[in-house]
């Protein structure tokens, strides 16, 4: 599986460019500098939610596919013990 890292200020800015662009689409007047500032706050407290929701999704992936190579590897284990077992009493 590929391990993807993305940072805040990569999704702050995806973030932001995406929102100027929605709001270029509504036809309003051009923004002010209090409106870009706010724009600018949101998209970064949009990027740290993503970014927390992203790292946790990793997480999960890691360990569900660690729990799932431990149970193959016990499979494993337990078939060699059976037959170890199997030797042992036929000699």
């Given amino acids: 599986m590929e391990n993807q890292k ?8 995806l973030i932001s460019e995406s929102m100027q662009e929605a709001l270029r689409s ?3 007047p051009e923004p002010s ?5 706010l724009l600018d706050r ?8 993503y970014a927390h ?9 890691k ?6 190579e431990d149970a193959v590897g016990k499979k494993k284990q337990k078939k060699a013990k059976s037959e170890r ?7």
């Fill in 6 to 13: 993305t940072s805040k200020k990569a999704l702050r800015s």
């Fill in 26 to 28: 509504l036809e309003l």
């Fill in 33 to 37: 500098k209090k409106v870009k500032k």
């Fill in 42 to 49: 949101n998209s970064k407290r949009l990027a740290d939610v």
């Fill in 53 to 61: 929701i992203l790292k946790r999704e990793n997480k999960k992936k």
């Fill in 63 to 68: 360990k569900a596919e660690k729990f799932m």
């Fill in 85 to 91: 077992k199997r030797e042992l009493e036929t000699a």
